[in-house]
């Protein structure tokens, strides 16, 4: 087992990794930026340093200073957590440089599996299903008019590095086509200095159903079910649900062994996911995420295995935790990101000091948070404040829970998207199970309603709460008591 793990990466999912680095008696490294000198992981870990400026490339992307804080603290491993460098290859080969282990896969496997043409083709070979389009990019406006008119419309055109939805662009019609691979070009070559474009086959109302893979250096290779992300806005998850709504045991076995195919044909090792489009009873490949996903928890509610416990453990050289065989599906999670965002104002980012906190508790409920009372959000990066997870035996009874939890939680001082998700839940549509990646879409004027509803509500709530928050000197006073037990608590250890 390692001594020392560096979680290059901040916020909620700092911690997640912190916390299993604990249980594990295994000492964290925390690094952080300008702008996160007040947070929460840095004082939770057993070493921090600074790493520089508020911006990402001075800090979380910068592979460098991250390398260069490994040695120094004597780290013999990093996690990347998701986002920032989690499915970047260098950091993975400046790692195998430095003779640090990367929590995570091979960076050739990173590298082939993070380009979408790439990854395809790998697919292909591999048997599993993949949407009809081009293998390559195309070189030609003529040539991508010729693709579409063979595929059929709809299409869409989509970047082939990158990912997050980022420049995509769907298609009806041939005048469309033009401006829409020219947009995507542009987008593509700015965001990710890489203007390669292809294009696919449309599905009008696909679900997004997902595999949560495991793998060791061993050989072994398992599944730990499914995952439906259908909920989403501009291509990024809003809510997950563990299983999904319309899996069966056939379906499973069928997505779950088109996962494993994936995973085994290109040498995969430690956590990642298979993504799938589900329509009329067919399913495709749509990427592979060579990390551990935002929406982790809700997989480790239903299997009972802690995945980021089962990341280290298999880096540092054991086998996966169970078979195949073993492993069970017990009852229902649903998990909702509540992001510092205005929901009525498409989602806008909304950064400030958060004046008055509460969490839900109680049976069945989990939050991941790196936030507290009196802490103020940046503007540098995610908007995510935290994950609140429900579990039940049944889904019905899960989105009772869920609506519960939501009704405690109390977030004041900065918008956020709490009033959309309670409105998600009481919705007929979403409670049938009903979905699909256009939901949000189909449904914006019904979820608008019921979301000024909810915060007229919540209004009203948050004005008789506001006296049962501390005043701000005694939570500076508490803040500082706390920060210094942490340090002495780091100081013992040391």
Same mark, same amino acid.
């Given at each position: 087992?390692?001594?020392?793990?560096?979680?290059?990466?901040?916020?909620?999912?700092?911690?997640?990794?912190?916390?299993?680095?604990?249980?594990?008696?295994?000492?964290?490294?925390?690094?952080?930026?300008?702008?996160?000198?007040?947070?929460?992981?840095?004082?939770?870990?057993?070493?921090?340093?600074?790493?520089?400026?508020?911006?990402?490339?001075?800090?979380?992307?910068? +592979?460098?200073?991250? $390398?260069?804080?490994?040695?120094?603290? @004597? &780290?013999? %491993?990093?996690?990347? /957590?998701? *986002?920032?460098?989690?499915?970047?290859?260098?950091?993975?080969?400046?790692?195998?440089?430095?003779?640090?282990?990367?929590?995570?896969?091979?960076?050739?496997?990173?590298?082939?599996?993070?380009?979408?043409?790439?990854?395809?083709?790998?697919?292909?070979?591999?048997?599993?299903?993949?949407?009809?389009?081009?293998?390559?990019?195309?070189?030609?406006?003529?040539?991508?008019?010729? +693709?579409?008119?063979? $595929?059929?419309?709809?299409?869409?055109? @989509? &970047?082939? %590095?990158?990912?997050? /939805?980022? *420049?995509?662009?769907?298609?009806?019609?041939?005048?469309?086509?033009?401006?829409?691979?020219?947009?995507?070009?542009?987008?593509?070559?700015?965001?990710?200095?890489?203007?390669?474009?292809?294009?696919?086959?449309?599905?009008?109302?696909?679900?997004?159903?997902?595999?949560?893979?495991?793998?060791?250096?061993?050989?072994?290779?398992?599944?730990?079910?499914?995952?439906?992300?259908? +909920?989403?806005?501009?291509?990024?998850?809003?809510?997950?649900?563990?299983?999904?709504?319309?899996?069966?045991?056939?379906?499973?076995?069928?997505?779950?062994?088109?996962?494993?195919?994936?995973?085994?044909?290109?040498?995969?090792?430690?956590?990642?996911?298979?993504?799938?489009?589900?329509?009329?009873?067919?399913?495709?490949?749509?990427?592979?995420?060579?990390?551990?996903?935002?929406?982790?928890?809700?997989?480790?509610?239903?299997?009972?295995?802690?995945?980021?416990?089962?990341?280290?453990?298999?880096?540092?050289?054991?086998?996966?935790?169970?078979?195949?065989?073993?492993?069970?599906?017990?009852?229902?999670?649903?998990?909702?990101?509540?992001?510092?965002?205005?929901?009525?104002?498409?989602?806008?980012?909304?950064?400030?000091?958060?004046?008055?906190?509460?969490?839900?508790?109680?049976?069945?409920?989990?939050?991941?948070?790196?936030?507290?009372?009196?802490?103020?959000?940046?503007?540098?990066?995610?908007?995510?404040?935290?994950?609140?997870?429900?579990?039940?035996?049944?889904?019905?009874?899960?989105?009772?829970?869920?609506?519960?939890?939501?009704?405690?939680?109390?977030?004041?001082?900065?918008?956020?998207?709490?009033?959309?998700?309670?409105?998600?839940?009481?919705?007929?549509?979403?409670?049938?199970?009903?979905?699909?990646?256009?939901?949000?879409?189909?449904?914006?004027?019904?979820?608008?309603?019921?979301?000024?509803?909810?915060?007229?509500?919540?209004?009203?709530?948050?004005?008789?709460?506001?006296?049962?928050?501390?005043?701000?000197?005694?939570?500076?006073?508490?803040?500082?008591?706390?920060?210094?037990?942490?340090?002495?608590?780091?100081?013992?250890?040391?």
């Amino acid at each position: 087992m390692f001594d020392k793990i560096l979680v290059a990466n901040r916020g909620e999912i700092a911690i997640r990794v912190m916390r299993a680095c604990r249980e594990l008696e295994v000492d964290s490294v925390a690094i952080y930026s300008d702008a996160d000198k007040t947070s929460l992981f840095a004082k939770y870990a057993d070493e921090s340093y600074h790493i520089g400026e508020s911006t990402p490339s001075e800090s979380y992307l910068n +592979i460098e200073k991250i $390398i260069d804080i490994a040695e120094k603290s @004597k &780290a013999d %491993a990093i996690h990347p /957590g998701y *986002g920032f460098l989690a499915e970047n290859s260098n950091l993975g080969k400046e790692c195998e440089k430095h003779g640090i282990k990367l929590i995570g896969p091979k960076g050739s496997v990173i590298e082939a599996m993070g380009d979408k043409i790439t990854s395809k083709k790998l697919m292909r070979a591999a048997n599993v299903p993949v949407i009809p389009g081009t293998d390559k990019g195309i070189s030609s406006i003529d040539q991508g008019i010729k +693709i579409a008119e063979s $595929i059929g419309y709809p299409v869409i055109v @989509k &970047a082939s %590095a990158g990912g997050g /939805g980022i *420049g995509m662009r769907t298609v009806y019609e041939e005048d469309e086509l033009v401006r829409a691979i020219e947009s995507t070009q542009s987008v593509a070559s700015s965001a990710f200095g890489d203007s390669t474009v292809y294009i696919e086959k449309y599905l009008e109302e696909p679900r997004h159903i997902e595999f949560q893979i495991m793998a060791d250096e061993q050989g072994n290779t398992i599944h730990l079910a499914d995952r439906e992300c259908s +909920i989403q806005r501009r291509h990024q998850k809003l809510i997950e649900e563990a299983p999904s709504p319309i899996m069966t045991e056939d379906l499973r076995e069928r997505m779950g062994s088109a996962a494993i195919k994936a995973a085994t044909h290109i040498d995969y090792t430690n956590a990642g996911t298979v993504e799938f489009l589900y329509s009329n009873g067919d399913f495709y490949f749509l990427e592979m995420n060579t990390r551990i996903q935002v929406e982790h928890p809700i997989t480790e509610i239903i299997t009972n295995v802690d995945l980021v416990k089962e990341q280290i453990k298999i880096a540092a050289g054991n086998e996966i935790c169970c078979s195949q065989e073993e492993v069970e599906v017990n009852g229902h999670a649903i998990e909702c990101r509540i992001n510092a965002e205005d929901p009525l104002s498409d989602f806008a980012p909304n950064p400030g000091k958060i004046t008055g906190y509460r969490s839900p508790g109680g049976i069945g409920v989990r939050v991941d948070s790196g936030v507290y009372m009196n802490y103020t959000i940046p503007s540098f990066y995610d908007s995510m404040i935290s994950k609140l997870i429900v579990w039940s035996p049944s889904r019905n009874d899960a989105i009772n829970r869920m609506k519960r939890a939501l009704r405690e939680y109390v977030i004041l001082g900065v918008k956020t998207t709490i009033p959309f998700h309670k409105a998600i839940m009481n919705h007929e549509a979403f409670q049938q199970g009903r979905l699909n990646t256009h939901f949000v879409d189909e449904h914006h004027k019904g979820i608008q309603d019921n979301m000024e509803k909810v915060i007229a509500q919540d209004k009203e709530m948050e004005n008789r709460l506001k006296s049962t928050f501390l005043p701000g000197k005694k939570v500076a006073a508490i803040s500082a008591a706390v920060g210094s037990y942490m340090k002495s608590v780091q100081t013992s250890k040391k």
